[in-house]
């Protein structure tokens, strides 16, 4: 008697449509993390060259990390910007759009006009925004308030400004989307009960919005120290592959590390590698412990 | 009211999926397929070189072979067109529809290592087609630069293997506006020199003007190769009356800038800048002392004698203290190159571009804008009418400012502009060659993974555009030249524009020598990275864009160098050979 196929086997357990739902999903993981940063970390002790028209590829033990710890006046700008703009996204961004998204959730006046203006910035295109930007530095701040011109994107000390500027522009009015969905889940009994209360309009935000919504902050300030190495602040927007080093973040610094004259080249990967998987070091631990202090000590709803 | 929501909530939804599918669109030109064809599917990067040479080759080559068989059943071919302003990742070459790829920026060392080429030895070693079935007397690689073939040849002389063909040529030049100079005497006369004079008088417009020719009949310098006229075939006069040396570089800046503005760049392309102070250092040391980053090998007889801090050192009449000659660079201390006084030449070259306010909108504009400017100017009403002298920019950007800068053919060539050859640091260096970089890697090849059907295609198309008659019509087109051996015909230069015909001659000038941004030995090989264009020059941990950072900070020559030196040495991390 011929076996069953697996199928067979799988459908008379009642398992087939479970399969077909996760397959893909884990397909997905193992191919495209778990190979991919496989594929990274070990990339990250590698050299490669090429030579005659044929690839080489050396394991070089810690030489790539080496490299990058040697450029020690580089790796200072890259964590500095990198943090910067971290402490600009915690500091500045976050609560900002916390008041607005509580100023839309209340319905103050004119909150549905400002709910559409506000989230304009994320419906249009990064490269848009930061063209349109570059545009409005060039031709406004810098021929019409800047007499003479300076040419203000390239002298640090107002690029910096300009680009923080940019950078909470762009990153200001995609999470109202998320508090706003937050508030709305919270009890109406427990403002109502605050209201009659007799609690102000900013205790009731502190005592009652803020414990309630503490979990959803807690997960914007993780993904954005999660994203520490990765955030490229709109540099490549407004610079290309060029802008000065003592601009550059850690993730703007990796991404355009892959270049050579121009092009992308595969020589330059492992330099790339083992800067992400040094960044990753650093960062993983921190974000968890964050994440613990910040849900252990946090306000509490109770 | 709900009606009304609704219309635009289905508005909104077919917009989205209109730009969707507007996104995804197939992005070839030719949207129809002719089954009675065979098809040769051709990538072209469609920058500033322009695309109007190459249509005209593909028409003729349609026409030409419009009745010969490639495929059994069809007859002639139809080239499809995708011709972008973008170039392919080497991973994706295998998976592209594309057949054969004329590009810039594309490494070729890499392509080969990566089998994205095809094996053309037997293109290079044939003859170019000058019309179907009508071949040239020479080869394909005997139009190779000597230079250019040790590259390409990734085998050995007896056993040559190519997979590529060289494409244009090009610099990052100072252009003067020869318009300008001719109708306000910027023109050293016969004798003169601001050599010797101090920076006071360097920066006085009385002093400096009595340098300059007062009528059109004022016999001019010698310029920087310190000759004049035809002398055994060469011509020597290309450069009369232009500075010969940097002091009088900064007079004629003084000069212009009484009733002109002297220069302009763009500012979204600033690397332009990193690789024209490139070539200033290039043209201060010369071509052998430049070519050893290449070879990370030789002996140098221009490095300076920096102490312990990597400052420079003077001598007591105020020059630079120079170390003995033949001083010896291997892979483990090439980093000293960095110490050649060529390249502390380029950034004084470059503090005296940025000392003042010499530069009108320069930092700010983007390049097209750049180059209307530089055209225009002397007729818009925002620039006070005046007229701008010089620009930085590369070799295409006379064709690329087509329909911005000029308005149509006519006005084009009603204009005159030219390359200036660059001043020497002072008077001990007249005389020497005009040293110039060619550092964009542009190419053609045919995909390793070509259909099969296609190859003898394919392979045809590559060896019409080898011709000299196909590199006239590059030329013509785009007043540049492809980077092969070849003489532009009468006809050629009569339909070319005086900045065309110019490159041309400043080209093949006997005074001429050119520097192949190409890592020639294993050790660069290997080092290639370090090679960058953009970086191997003037990197410091602040960036390595010399203007920008001069312009940003404030940067003396002396402090940039001594910056630049240190770190290149403490960063210096050189793969050893083989």
């Given at each position: 008697?011929?076996?069953?196929?697996?199928?067979?086997?799988?459908?008379?357990?009642?398992?087939?449509?479970?399969?077909?739902?996760?397959?893909?999903?884990?397909?997905?993981?193992?191919?495209f993390?778990?190979?991919?940063?496989f594929?990274?970390?070990v990339?990250?002790?590698?050299?490669?060259?090429?030579?005659?028209?044929?690839?080489?590829?050396?394991?070089?033990?810690?030489?790539?990390?080496?490299?990058?710890?040697?450029?020690?006046?580089?790796?200072?700008?890259?964590?500095?910007?990198?943090?910067?703009?971290?402490?600009?996204?915690?500091?500045?961004?976050?609560?900002?759009?916390?008041?607005?998204?509580?100023?839309?959730?209340?319905?103050?006046?004119?909150?549905?006009?400002?709910?559409?203006?506000?989230?304009?910035?994320?419906?249009?295109?990064?490269?848009?925004?930061?063209?349109?930007?570059?545009?409005?530095?060039?031709?406004?701040?810098?021929?019409i308030?800047?007499?003479p011109?300076?040419?203000l994107?390239?002298?640090?000390?107002?690029?910096?400004?300009?680009?923080?500027?940019l950078?909470?522009?762009?990153?200001?009015?995609?999470?109202?989307?998320?508090?706003?969905?937050?508030?709305?889940?919270?009890?109406?009994?427990?403002?109502?009960?605050?209201?009659?209360?007799?609690?102000?309009?900013?205790?009731?935000?502190?005592?009652?919005?803020?414990?309630?919504?503490?979990?959803?902050?807690?997960?914007?300030?993780?993904?954005?120290?999660?994203?520490?190495?990765?955030?490229?602040?709109?540099?490549?927007?407004?610079?290309?592959?060029?802008?000065?080093?003592?601009?550059?973040?850690?993730?703007?610094?990796i991404?355009?590390?892959?270049?050579?004259?121009?092009?992308?080249?595969?020589?330059?990967?492992?330099?790339?590698?083992?800067?992400?998987?040094?960044?990753?070091?650093?960062?993983?631990?921190?974000?968890?412990?964050?994440?613990?202090?910040?849900?252990?000590?946090?306000p509490?709803?109770? | 009211?709900?009606?009304g929501?609704?219309?635009?909530?289905?508005?909104?939804?077919?917009?989205?999926?209109?730009?969707?599918?507007?996104?995804?669109?197939?992005?070839?030109?030719?949207?129809?397929?002719?089954?009675t064809?065979?098809?040769?599917?051709?990538?072209?990067?469609?920058g500033?070189?322009?695309?109007?040479?190459?249509?005209?080759?593909?028409?003729?080559?349609?026409?030409?072979?419009?009745?010969?068989?490639?495929?059994?059943?069809?007859?002639?071919?139809?080239?499809?067109?995708?011709?972008?302003?973008?170039?392919?990742?080497?991973?994706?070459?295998?998976?592209?529809?594309?057949?054969?790829?004329?590009?810039?920026?594309?490494?070729?060392?890499?392509?080969?290592?990566?089998?994205?080429?095809?094996?053309?030895?037997?293109?290079?070693k044939?003859?170019?087609l000058?019309?179907?079935?009508?071949?040239?007397?020479?080869?394909i690689?005997?139009?190779?630069?000597?230079?250019?073939?040790?590259?390409y040849?990734?085998?050995?002389?007896?056993?040559?293997?190519?997979?590529?063909?060289?494409f244009?040529?090009?610099?990052?030049?100072?252009?003067?506006?020869?318009?300008?100079?001719?109708?306000?005497?910027?023109?050293?006369?016969?004798?003169?020199?601001?050599?010797?004079?101090?920076?006071?008088?360097?920066?006085?417009?009385?002093?400096?003007?009595?340098?300059?020719?007062?009528?059109?009949?004022?016999?001019?310098?010698?310029?920087?190769?310190?000759?004049?006229?035809?002398?055994?075939?060469?011509?020597?006069?290309?450069?009369?009356?232009?500075?010969?040396?940097?002091?009088?570089?900064?007079?004629?800046?003084?000069?212009?800038?009484?009733?002109?503005?002297p220069f302009?760049?763009?500012?979204?392309?600033?690397?332009?800048?990193?690789?024209?102070?490139?070539e200033?250092?290039?043209?201060?040391?010369?071509?052998?002392?430049?070519?050893?980053?290449?070879?990370?090998?030789?002996?140098?007889?221009?490095?300076?004698?920096?102490?312990?801090?990597?400052?420079?050192?003077?001598?007591?009449?105020?020059?630079?203290?120079?170390?003995?000659?033949?001083?010896?660079?291997?892979?483990?201390?090439?980093?000293?190159?960095?110490?050649?006084?060529?390249?502390?030449?380029?950034?004084?070259?470059?503090?005296?571009?940025?000392?003042?306010?010499?530069?009108?909108?320069?930092?700010?504009?983007?390049?097209?804008?750049?180059?209307?400017?530089?055209?225009k100017?002397?007729?818009?009403?925002?620039?006070?009418?005046?007229?701008?002298?010089?620009?930085?920019?590369?070799?295409?950007?006379?064709?690329?400012?087509?329909?911005?800068?000029?308005?149509?053919?006519?006005?084009?060539?009603?204009?005159?502009?030219?390359?200036?050859?660059?001043?020497?640091?002072?008077?001990?260096?007249?005389?020497?060659?005009?040293?110039k970089?060619?550092?964009?890697?542009?190419?053609m090849?045919?995909?390793?993974?070509?259909?099969?059907?296609?190859?003898?295609?394919?392979?045809?198309?590559?060896?019409?555009?080898?011709?000299?008659?196909?590199?006239?019509?590059?030329?013509?087109?785009?007043?540049?030249?492809?980077?092969?051996?070849?003489?532009?015909?009468?006809?050629?230069?009569?339909?070319?524009?005086?900045?065309?015909?110019?490159?041309?001659?400043?080209?093949?000038?006997?005074?001429?020598?050119?520097?192949?941004?190409?890592?020639?030995?294993?050790?660069?090989?290997?080092?290639?990275?370090?090679?960058?264009?953009?970086?191997?020059?003037?990197?410091?941990?602040?960036?390595?864009?010399?203007?920008?950072?001069?312009?940003?900070?404030?940067?003396?020559?002396?402090?940039?160098?001594?910056?630049?030196y240190?770190?290149?040495?403490?960063?210096?991390?050189?793969?050893?050979?083989?």
């Amino acid at each position: 008697m011929a076996k069953p196929n697996v199928f067979a086997k799988m459908k008379q357990k009642g398992t087939l449509f479970y399969w077909a739902i996760v397959i893909l999903p884990i397909l997905n993981y193992l191919v495209f993390f778990i190979g991919v940063n496989f594929n990274s970390i070990v990339l990250a002790f590698k050299d490669v060259y090429i030579l005659k028209g044929e690839k080489h590829i050396d394991w070089v033990k810690f030489d790539n990390f080496k490299t990058i710890l040697r450029d020690s006046q580089v790796l200072e700008y890259l964590v500095k910007n990198s943090m910067m703009y971290f402490a600009v996204t915690v500091c500045v961004i976050i609560p900002l759009t916390l008041l607005f998204s509580y100023y839309i959730f209340k319905k103050y006046f004119a909150s549905g006009f400002f709910k559409v203006m506000i989230f304009m910035p994320s419906v249009i295109c990064s490269m848009v925004l930061a063209i349109f930007y570059l545009n409005f530095t060039n031709e406004i701040l810098d021929k019409i308030i800047f007499k003479p011109r300076i040419a203000l994107m390239k002298k640090d000390e107002y690029a910096t400004a300009v680009m923080i500027a940019l950078f909470i522009i762009g990153g200001f009015s995609s999470n109202i989307l998320l508090f706003l969905n937050a508030m709305s889940q919270m009890s109406l009994s427990v403002l109502e009960a605050a209201r009659i209360d007799g609690a102000s309009e900013i205790r009731t935000f502190w005592s009652v919005v803020l414990p309630s919504i503490w979990g959803t902050i807690v997960e914007m300030i993780v993904i954005a120290m999660a994203g520490i190495a990765t955030q490229q602040a709109n540099l490549q927007a407004m610079f290309g592959n060029e802008a000065r080093n003592k601009m550059r973040t850690v993730g703007y610094h990796i991404f355009v590390s892959i270049f050579t004259d121009g092009f992308e080249s595969e020589t330059n990967y492992p330099y790339c590698s083992a800067f992400g998987l040094l960044a990753t070091l650093v960062i993983a631990p921190c974000t968890l412990i964050s994440r613990y202090l910040m849900r252990k000590f946090g306000p509490s709803e109770e | 009211m709900k009606a009304g929501k609704k219309v635009l909530a289905m508005f909104l939804a077919a917009t989205s999926v209109c730009g969707v599918f507007g996104a995804t669109a197939c992005s070839k030109e030719t949207e129809t397929f002719d089954d009675t064809k065979s098809q040769l599917f051709v990538k072209y990067y469609n920058g500033g070189v322009g695309r109007a040479w190459i249509d005209e080759i593909i028409a003729e080559f349609e026409e030409e072979y419009a009745e010969v068989e490639f495929e059994p059943g069809k007859k002639g071919v139809q080239v499809v067109k995708d011709f972008e302003k973008s170039i392919i990742n080497v991973n994706n070459v295998k998976n592209d529809i594309n057949q054969v790829y004329i590009l810039v920026n594309t490494v070729y060392s890499e392509f080969v290592a990566n089998d994205a080429m095809m094996d053309i030895t037997d293109v290079v070693k044939g003859k170019a087609l000058t019309t179907k079935g009508v071949e040239e007397d020479v080869t394909i690689e005997s139009k190779f630069s000597d230079k250019r073939k040790s590259y390409y040849n990734i085998g050995t002389e007896n056993a040559a293997k190519y997979y590529a063909i060289p494409f244009f040529e090009s610099s990052m030049n100072l252009n003067y506006n020869v318009d300008l100079f001719e109708d306000f005497g910027y023109y050293f006369a016969a004798g003169q020199t601001a050599e010797g004079m101090t920076e006071a008088e360097l920066h006085d417009f009385e002093t400096v003007a009595t340098l300059f020719v007062q009528s059109d009949d004022d016999e001019r310098s010698l310029g920087p190769d310190n000759r004049t006229g035809v002398v055994d075939g060469v011509n020597y006069s290309l450069d009369d009356g232009l500075p010969a040396t940097y002091a009088d570089f900064q007079a004629l800046i003084t000069y212009i800038e009484a009733d002109n503005i002297p220069f302009i760049w763009n500012g979204t392309a600033t690397s332009y800048l990193t690789c024209f102070a490139n070539e200033v250092w290039a043209n201060s040391v010369g071509e052998a002392e430049y070519d050893m980053a290449f070879t990370f090998r030789g002996t140098s007889d221009t490095l300076m004698d920096l102490d312990a801090n990597g400052e420079i050192q003077y001598n007591e009449d105020g020059t630079v203290k120079m170390l003995p000659a033949d001083q010896e660079i291997t892979p483990e201390t090439a980093y000293k190159l960095h110490a050649q006084k060529g390249k502390y030449d380029a950034l004084r070259f470059a503090n005296m571009i940025l000392s003042s306010d010499y530069y009108k909108d320069s930092f700010t504009v983007n390049y097209l804008d750049a180059q209307k400017y530089f055209i225009k100017s002397s007729e818009m009403k925002e620039f006070e009418y005046k007229g701008i002298a010089m620009m930085v920019e590369g070799t295409w950007w006379n064709n690329e400012a087509r329909g911005i800068g000029y308005e149509n053919d006519t006005d084009r060539k009603s204009y005159r502009f030219g390359v200036m050859p660059l001043p020497k640091p002072d008077a001990s260096q007249l005389g020497e060659n005009n040293t110039k970089i060619s550092e964009r890697e542009s190419l053609m090849f045919i995909n390793n993974y070509c259909d099969e059907y296609a190859i003898p295609i394919a392979k045809e198309f590559m060896r019409y555009l080898q011709s000299d008659r196909a590199m006239n019509v590059f030329s013509r087109h785009t007043d540049m030249l492809r980077a092969m051996k070849y003489d532009l015909t009468d006809d050629t230069l009569g339909e070319m524009t005086y900045f065309g015909k110019n490159v041309y001659e400043m080209s093949r000038a006997a005074t001429t020598d050119w520097v192949e941004w190409m890592p020639k030995s294993e050790e660069a090989q290997k080092n290639r990275s370090l090679l960058d264009y953009l970086t191997w020059g003037y990197n410091t941990a602040q960036g390595s864009n010399p203007f920008e950072l001069t312009y940003s900070y404030g940067t003396s020559p002396e402090a940039y160098f001594t910056n630049s030196y240190n770190y290149i040495k403490n960063n210096w991390n050189v793969k050893s050979g083989s």
